[in-house]
């Protein structure tokens, strides 16, 4: 058997074992979830008339929920692959992952697993709680397939980023509550990007932060997509920026992983 399919195998196996892990215990996974969606009503219902004030031409509470639901699917993302973090800590301290190093298995697979069944997750995530924002009243009725598939790619590219850099959060932690305050960031992100109102109506000295994070444009992009919003550069500025996150975790990852245990 060549080494290529080798590790397919091993991923695949390791794939099979965290998704079954997931599915066995699901509290976790259903506690990051409510995040998102509880934000999502508290917004709408609670602050949406006044919110939507910031937002250019006004429109009322209609017109909140078309511009808060792609800030939430993000948040949805950076919530889910905390879950990953926790995962990873958990195995790195119960030993599982020691055992792993001793059997004739592909290194990479158990990195693998882990990052493919959290994109899994996370897509999955993503799609409950659009669910949810179309039955309160999103719709998008402008977006052409190609960009609905545009859409969908950009939440898969952000899902892979961010869950390598969850699994570094996690391989680097003494256990797993630590990882999960570790990966909090990635929910809270979000909250200081242009999910919640446009950057404009931020004070001034707070703009920069929120418009050089890598949410923002990632945000601004799929309301383009969706909404029919200006892009500008902020397609290219969120690829760039999930290339790049994606490639640090890898090697800050597979460097902790392959450093020999204490």
């Known amino acids: ?45 609670i602050f949406g008339d006044a919110m939507s ?10 017109a909140y929920i078309a511009y808060i639901v ?45 990052v493919v069944g959290s994109v899994l997750q996370a897509i999955m995530s993503v799609v409950l709680v659009g669910a949810v924002a179309a039955a309160i009243g999103f719709r998008s009725t402008d977006a052409t397939v ?20 969850a699994v570094g959060m996690g391989m680097g932690s003494p256990n797993a509550e630590a990882a999960s305050n570790n990966a909090m960031p990635l929910v809270l992100l979000p909250l200081i990007s242009s999910a ?21 444009p990632a945000i601004e992009t799929l309301r383009g997509l969706l909404l029919g919003t200006e892009i500008g550069n902020n397609g290219w500025i969120s690829v760039a920026w999930c290339l790049g996150l994606t490639v640090l975790g890898y090697f800050w990852s597979r460097a902790q992983f392959n450093r020999d245990p204490k």
């Open 1 to 45: 058997m060549s080494s290529f399919s080798l590790a397919v195998r091993d991923s695949h196996t390791m794939l099979r074992r965290n998704l079954l892990h997931a599915r066995r215990y699901p509290s976790l996974t259903l506690n990051l979830l409510l995040t998102p969606v509880m934000l999502l009503l508290l917004f709408v219902y």
């Open 53 to 62: 004030a910031g937002i250019s031409g006004g429109g009322g509470r209609a």
């Open 70 to 114: 792609p800030g939430i699917l993000m948040m949805t993302i950076g919530s889910t692959v905390v879950g990953t973090a926790v995962s990873v800590s958990t195995d790195m301290n119960e030993g599982i992952i020691a055992r792993f190093r001793t059997m004739a298995i592909h290194r990479g697979s158990v990195l693998f697993g882990h």
């Open 146 to 165: 190609l960009e609905w598939l545009a859409a969908f790619g950009l939440l898969a590219l952000v899902a892979l980023a961010f869950t390598w850099i």
């Open 196 to 216: 919640f109102v446009p950057l404009d109506a931020l004070p001034g000295w707070f703009q920069p932060i929120a418009e050089y994070q890598p949410f923002t």
